[in-house]
């Protein structure tokens, strides 16, 4: 390809804004509960119940007549007759009147007539016995509604309880649960395949002949793939021949959402990346100014009426990873049904060292986060290593990404924008 063939250099944000345009979350489905973690709701959630359902104790003790005790203290302890006892699960067969109590267990019933629960505690049965006392003293006073869960006050049957868009997480599924909702309309799960290419590449576990490398590049991807809650099929190496790949995109095509092809896209005599897109769907090759991350193809194609988001990410293992975070995880996201393409945390943080960007186009550089001792809310940006796109151990030592604009020349103490990419250390 001649210089004036190139295509377009175009910022970050733009590249994004088409990478996005026109995708939309997948087809609803519904899934029990018990599957549904992590996936996105489809639509918003009534409750179908009261809960809690009746009024219960909040405490293990005794159900009482508040104006029965509304004198007791321990120079004055109260003495009740006790009825019998409510636990768990089992309705109350009597009913308190003035002057009796009935022993309760947590979550139980309250009986007709009762109005609080006075905590064994503040009696003199000792907590643990399994036998039932003939009568109680009860040594604080109580006031109605004291240690009594009362209907209604969590949640209103009819209550909206989830908003579309909100994804599964373990609390949202307790509140479902509790609510007695045993399936819930969501996104179907993305689908994503991916694809390595190059005559070099031998999987990790078998031997390095001479000139081949370890096949990074399809494991990071099913990693990141999975983190972002697709189900994911690694389909291979493809060599560098177009009908090696092909055979492979085909495959991919014919099952995946999103297709995420590495390596074999630059303008090697070997890179046969863009044809074999073109030959499935229809290709849109930009370049972005981004470093490391140069070049990048993507395409569209359709399966089965279905559409299909194709990505042929740079072969060097570090752009890889930095243009799945960039492009394709908002991509998967949406069709998840996240109403946030971009999940990241996004942080002003302090560079701790000078920092310069090269090239003329933004640098997004691998740093390792950490608390500002100067401000306590404060992040410091140090770079985690060589920031060659090779170079996977700063990779690793990194938990963020610093957004560097263009040709940037910043002395420590500069402000930048970062991403969080996983927990911090310290
Ligand atoms: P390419 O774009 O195919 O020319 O690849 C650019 C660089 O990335 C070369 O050094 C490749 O050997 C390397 N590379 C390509 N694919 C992978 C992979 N799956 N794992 C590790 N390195 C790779
Ligand atoms: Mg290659």
Redo the contacts with the bound molecule.
Sequence with gaps: MSASELPDLIPLDEAQRRVLDGVVPLPSVHVDLADAAGLVLAAPVRSPLTVPSWSNSAMDGFAVVSADVAGAGTAAPVVMRVLGEVPAGRAPDAAVTPGTALRIMTGAMMPPGADAVVPVEDTDASPGASALPTTVAIRAPARAGDNVRAAGTDVREGAHLLDRGRACDPAAIALLAATGIARVEVHRRPRVAVI???D??VPPGEPLGPAQ??????LSLAAQAAETGAEVRRLG?AR?TLDSLLSLVREAVAWADVVIL?????V?A??HVKAAFESVGELSLWRVAIKPGR?FAFARATFDGRPVHLFGL????V??FITFELFVRPVIRTLAGHPRAFGRPVRIVRLGERMRGSGGRQNIHRVVLERDPERPDGLVARSSGGQDS?MLASLAAANGLVFLPPDADLPAGSEAVAWELRERDA
């Design positions: 390595s290419t190059g070099e590449l490398i370890h096949d990074a590049n399809s190496i560098d590495s390596g074999g896209v630059s090697g070997h890179d070049p740079p072969g060097n293992p752009s890889v090779y």
